[in-house]
T-cell receptor, first 111, second 116 residues
Framework: KQEVTQIPAALSVPEGENLVLNCSFTDSAIYNLQWFRQDPGKGLTSLLLIQSSQREQTSGRLNASLDKSSGRSTLYIAASQPGDSATYLCAVNNQGGKLIFGQGTELSVKP | GAGVSQSPRYKVAKRGQDVALRCDPI?????LFWYQQALGQGPEFLTY????????KSGLPSDRFFAERPEGSVSTLKIQRTQQEDSAVYLC??????????????FGSGTRLTVV
């Protein structure tokens, strides 16, 4: 059974800092992995989608990497801003189509 | 539509009441998913439709939960005889392809259900 773990559960950093969020999964036979952002009381906004054959994806200040063999993905946020404050969720697609989510990392960027 | 639309945004139900939650996926999207998100947790899978066919309902927590998508577009999640443990945010997602979510998923803003 696929299990997804995100570390840390919460993170507080000063504005301008670079940071890394971690996601690990137990079954490496994934189809793709997706990072989402969730603001309080809101739905999920897709940030980056990495197919199983890819190693990384970049969008602006965000870079996501995937190491399928070790069951790990990281989300790198460069030059963090207060507007980046949100919960970040990692989700694995195991070819059945449904997503298995981690519990999320709650990020707070202090001005 | 431009995105996935869910209604109502908020629903307060008395314990024992039946509720119906609606999801309008992006036009033309074949796959539709329902997820349940408890406070402080990641979303958990409930059920999956490909067009009008419900291909997977393994995540539905009890026979009080029922979902349908009769014409392959709008979907309704119905919860009968609501209990306090049903309080959660219910998220709907759609994807343009039939299987695998190769193009990722677009989520709606969710319906926050509170059972009192």
């Amino acid at each position: 059974k696929q299990e997804v773990t995100q570390i840390p559960a919460a993170l507080s950093v000063p504005e301008g800092e670079n940071l890394v969020l971690n996601c690990s999964f137990t079954d490496s036979a994934i189809y793709n992995l997706q990072w989402f952002r969730q603001d309080p009381g809101k739905g999920l906004t897709s940030l980056l989608l990495i197919q199983s054959s890819q190693r990384e994806q970049t969008s602006g200040r965000l870079n996501a990497s995937l190491d399928k063999s070790s069951g790990r993905s990281t989300l790198y946020i460069a030059a963090s801003q207060p507007g980046d404050s949100a919960t970040y969720l990692c989700a694995v697609n195991n070819q059945g189509g449904k997503l298995i989510f981690g519990q999320g990392t709650e990020l707070s960027v202090k001005p | 539509g431009a995105g996935v639309s869910q209604s109502p945004r908020y629903k307060v139900a008395k314990r024992g009441q039946d509720v119906a939650l609606r999801c309008d996926p992006i036009s033309g999207h074949v796959s539709l998913f329902w997820y349940q998100q408890a406070l402080g947790q990641g979303p958990e899978f409930l059920t999956y439709f490909q067009n009008e066919a419900q291909l997977d309902k393994s995540g539905l927590p009890s026979d009080r939960f029922f979902a349908e998508r009769p014409e392959g577009s709008v979907s309704t999640l119905k919860i009968q005889r609501t209990q306090q443990e049903d309080s959660a945010v219910y998220l709907c997602a759609s994807s343009p392809k039939g299987t695998g979510g190769a193009y990722g998923y677009t989520f709606g803003s969710g319906t926050r259900l509170t059972v009192v």
